[in-house]
């Protein structure tokens, strides 16, 4: 029922910029938390930035300053502007959603993209 799906991935030289997007549709009441969580070859799957349905924010230590996360939550929607790109940041990147699918509780479900793939050449 709940699909979420991300783009704007590709190849970038370093020092560049990408902006990714994730929109999530289907049964959905609300979204509580979305984020941006990236796994490179050989890596543990690690959470890059993170932003709640009132906007809240944080980010990992590696790329604070570099990136920003926004959502528009009438679209249901999260974006990821990275700028001043480096070849660490190579990895594919998962949208994750945290959803309630009625009003009837409190339960929300985490869903995940299929990832898009950011390479960053040197």
């Known amino acids: 029922q709940v699909q979420v799906v991300e783009s704007g991935g590709g190849l970038v030289q370093h020092g560049g910029s990408l902006r990714l997007s994730c929109t999530a549709s289907?049964?959905?009441?609300?979204?509580?938390?979305m984020g941006w969580y990236r796994q490179a070859p050989g890596l543990q799957r690690e959470l890059v930035a993170a932003?709640?349905?009132?906007?809240?924010?944080n980010y990992a230590d590696s790329v604070k300053g570099r990136f920003t996360i926004s959502r528009d939550n009438a679209k249901n929607t999260v974006y990821l502007e990275m700028n001043g790109l480096k070849p660490e940041d190579t990895a594919v990147y998962y949208c994750?959603?945290?959803?309630?699918?009625?009003?009837?509780?409190?339960?929300?479900?985490?869903?995940w993209g299929q990832g898009t793939q950011v390479t960053v050449s040197s």
């Open positions: 289907g049964t959905i009441f609300s979204i509580n938390g």
């Open positions: 994750n959603a945290e959803i309630r699918y009625t009003s009837g509780n409190d339960y929300f479900f985490s869903y």
């Open positions: 932003i709640t349905s009132g906007g809240r924010t």
